[in-house]
């Protein structure tokens, strides 16, 4: 290039100063991270809003009928009896908002993007640095889903916000501090003492944390200047606990430390998988409050430096992402049992079916007592109780969680068939165990209905009033209360009215198995005065297999449905223990040929032949499955070794 050239671009670019200013500024920006902070906070808001509003939504909507927040003031007193209170209260406010769950998730995500903000302030962490901020978030991101089925056995009060309110409030406080830590030792003390009191009290275990923090801050540029700060959040984290444990009566001084941080156990159980997101915050928060980040500039982009720098953006971004997949409890049968069970509970009978055609694998149990009252109340358990897979396998654990349907699904389960002492005693007793919720309020309250105890129905109902969502349920069973007759023009109570009425609502025992106390008590009854109560014994005594109690009852089914077609799964008992025992003679009996009395030959035929070739019982079900695994004859023969829990 030429002297003149050179010359004239100059003039060029004194007579644009914009463009120059412009060109200058785009590479300097993405040197220094600038957009960083922006760009990582979408990120984080898309990634969450996928994991928590669209793979977890039926989880969240459990969430919130497992917890419970009333608009009164005996509630706010209730939950004040121990430090972390203001964290409890809040987190169970809000939890309720995951009656929609895509706006219980939007709050849920705001409330971390200003944590988020918050962090970066508090820690100075601009530019590449603004990184870092996203791990804390995205621990308590890991917290929302590792939970599985803790879900029923959760004793923390408002856990699926308490942590993230805590959080935003800690960081908070941590940001003022570093402003009251620039004016003079003694507000910087004075802030230390001031916070681990009011943090202890509002937020726990995180408010102790957040203290040591304060007292780190600094440490590693200044040590010497460090040890009184660092002396003094000691001294209060001793001691002040301990000074709350005199006014606490139902704190325990083993938790004193410790009290507000979640907890898994049960009495033969203590989980620690679901406490690695809080011990990972806790060191966290400790490394970015000891260290200090120098923003960056003028980095080049092929420097040593600048490679690093990349690579630390990497690694926090793949940690987030893996240890939120990893942590996703995302078991197929553990999320549609969230939703047959929603849909039983609102009378959704069709939707609850749909979910179990749909599933790609055995069900468990619990979703076969749910099917089961769905097809009850469809008037189809005759003709479709095996059209449905009857092979089932347990609920899926990540560690030693006995996981039993008397804690998940039997109030709702006992309630349908109308054993109402039962519902109302595991309603009561889980509620005692691990906390009164939604969840039992509704069953106790269609429980005292049907009993006909209305003032025990109107005291449920007035709790439920207090909610902020489920005040229009509680509102449509209330003129029952004043008006009895109403009930009948209910459906859903209705139903199990007519259970109620024709039997002895007894309180025996049913040693914690939901479905064997159900199957030997209705097997083992005989009604001839409801045929809703006369249809519900057969069918048990068809899933029993005894065909002493089938007969019995298989006839004076007949009796009571004159003219009336035999649903097909009753045929097929029929017409298979009448070859199997000649104990009655079935030949007058009007099978249809087609269904049964021919397919029944290729069913034996078949069978038979597969039998010769030497194959294992389990491997002739397996063949023989795709073509007749809709019978009653391929479950009593095939479908074996079946455990309840």
């Known amino acids: 290039m030429t002297k003149a050239n050179t010359a004239k671009q100059r003039k060029t670019e004194m007579r644009n100063p914009a463009k120059q200013t412009k060109a200058n500024q785009t590479p300097k920006l993405l040197m220094e991270g600038k957009w960083l902070p922006v760009i990582y906070a979408v990120l984080f808001a898309v990634f969450a809003c996928y994991m928590l509003g669209i793979k977890n939504a039926d989880y969240f909507y459990a969430?919130?009928?497992?917890?419970?927040?009333?608009?009164?003031?005996?509630?706010?007193?209730?939950?004040?009896?121990?430090?972390?209170?203001?964290?409890?209260?809040?987190?169970?406010?809000?939890?309720?908002?995951?009656?929609?769950?895509?706006t219980g998730v939007c709050i849920l995500i705001a409330i971390w993007l200003i944590t988020y903000v918050l962090t970066i302030k508090a820690f100075k962490l601009s530019g590449w640095?603004?990184?870092?901020?996203?791990?804390?978030?995205?621990?308590?991101?890991?917290?929302e889903t590792i939970i599985g089925y803790w879900l029923y056995y959760n004793k923390n009060q408002g856990y699926w916000f308490a942590p993230s309110i805590a959080l935003m409030i800690n960081m908070l406080a941590i940001w003022?501090?570093?402003?009251?830590?620039?004016?003079?030792?003694?507000?910087?003390?004075?802030?230390?003492?001031?916070?681990?009191?009011?943090?202890?009290?509002?937020?726990?275990?995180?408010?102790?944390?957040?203290?040591?923090?304060?007292?780190?801050t600094g440490i590693t540029k200044a040590p010497k200047s460090r040890i009184l700060p660092l002396l003094t959040?000691?001294?209060?984290?001793v001691v002040?606990?301990?000074i709350a444990y005199q006014y606490y009566s139902q704190m325990r001084i083993d938790d004193a430390w410790w009290v507000g941080m979640p907890i898994f156990e049960t009495e033969n159980v203590d989980a620690t998988r679901p406490w690695y997101p809080f011990i990972a915050l806790i060191v966290i928060l400790l490394v970015l409050g000891t260290l200090s980040f120098t923003a960056k500039k003028n980095i080049l982009l092929k420097?040593?430096?600048?490679?690093?720098?990349?690579?630390?953006?990497?690694?926090?971004?793949?940690?987030?992402v893996g240890c939120e997949l990893s942590a996703d409890f995302d078991d197929y049968n553990y999320h549609a049992e969230f939703r047959i069970y929603r849909a039983i509970d609102e009378n959704r009978w069709q939707d609850a079916l749909d979910e179990v055609s749909a599933l790609p694998n055995d069900p468990t149990r619990e979703i076969i007592m749910l099917r089961d009252i769905a097809l009850f109340h469809s008037g189809k358990i005759g003709d479709y109780m095996f059209k449905y897979n009857n092979m089932s396998i347990p609920p899926y654990v990540y560690d030693s969680l006995d996981v039993h349907m008397a804690q998940t699904n039997s109030p709702l389960v006992?309630?349908?068939?109308?054993?109402?002492?039962?519902?109302?005693?595991?309603?009561?007793e889980n509620g005692v165990e691990h906390g009164f919720c939604i969840d039992n309020y509704k069953i106790m309250t269609r429980c005292a209905l049907v009993a006909e105890e209305y003032e025990?129905?109107?005291?449920?109902?007035?709790?439920?009033?207090?909610?902020?969502?489920?005040?229009?349920?509680?509102?449509?069973?209330?003129?029952?209360?004043?008006?009895?007759?109403?009930?009948?023009?209910?459906?859903?109570?209705s139903f199990i009215k007519e259970y109620y009425r024709h039997f002895h609502n007894m309180l025996d025992s049913d040693e914690g198995l939901v479905e064997m106390y159900l199957l030997n008590y209705f097997s083992n009854t005989m009604n001839k005065d409801s045929k809703q109560l006369q249809e519900t014994t057969l069918f048990f005594a068809v899933q029993s297999k005894d065909i002493e109690k089938f007969w019995p009852r298989f006839f004076l089914y007949a009796h009571l449905h004159p003219g009336e077609p035999m649903p097909i799964h009753y045929q097929e008992a029929a017409y298979l223990y009448g070859n199997l025992e000649h104990q009655v003679d079935i030949s007058t009996l009007p099978f249809d040929k087609d269904r049964i009395v021919n397919r029944y030959a290729s069913f034996q035929q078949i069978s038979n032949s597969y039998i010769q070739q030497g194959k294992s019982a389990e491997e002739v079900g397996e063949l023989m499955k795709p073509a007749y695994g809709d019978t009653f004859w391929w479950f009593y023969f095939f479908c074996r070794g079946l455990s309840s829990y």
């Open 303 to 320: 420097s040593k430096e600048a490679f690093l720098l990349i690579g630390l953006q990497l690694m926090c971004l793949i940690a987030i």
């Open 414 to 428: 006992y309630l349908n068939y109308a054993r109402l002492n039962f519902a109302t005693r595991w309603s009561i």
């Open 63 to 102: 969430a919130q009928e497992h917890s419970l927040f009333l608009y009164d003031k005996s509630f706010f007193d209730m939950l004040m009896v121990k430090p972390g209170a203001l964290m409890t209260y809040l987190g169970c406010f809000f939890t309720q908002f995951f009656h929609e769950p895509v």
């Open 129 to 143: 640095w603004s990184v870092l901020a996203l791990l804390p978030i995205g621990a308590l991101l890991c917290s």
């Open 456 to 493: 025990l129905a109107r005291k449920y109902i007035n709790i439920l009033k207090k909610t902020l969502y489920y005040k229009e349920w509680a509102e449509r069973y209330e003129p029952i209360l004043d008006n009895p007759k109403l009930l009948e023009k209910t459906p859903e109570l």
């Open 176 to 216: 003022l501090y570093r402003c009251f830590k620039d004016l003079n030792k003694w507000a910087e003390l004075g802030m230390i003492i001031l916070w681990c009191v009011v943090g202890y009290w509002a937020t726990g275990w995180l408010g102790l944390a957040t203290t040591l923090v304060m007292g780190l």
């Open 240 to 242: 002040i606990p301990l």
């Open 233 to 237: 959040a000691i001294i209060c984290i």
